[in-house]
């Protein structure tokens, strides 16, 4: 059973990582595209991703909320 736990642990910590990688690396791509507009099209694929929240009025906003809530308490 230990061998299990300790199995899930290792998964979730690669996970953890991979995760914060990619938060990074997306802040990196966004100052990149603040700086030189249109050179990866992340600012625009964001803002896509938040009016598609948006379209769907209360439930697209609980929705947003709850994978904050989500992302949060995994850090």
Known sequence: MSFIKET???ISSWLRSITEFG???ILALVLLDV???GAT???ENIGEIVGQF???GLVGLIALL???LLFRQQQ
């Open 8 to 10: 899930m642990s290792s």
């Open 23 to 25: 938060v990074a690396l």
């Open 35 to 37: 700086l030189f507009p």
């Open 41 to 43: 099209g992340v600012v």
């Open 54 to 56: 948006s379209e769907n």
């Open 66 to 68: 709850l994978f904050l």
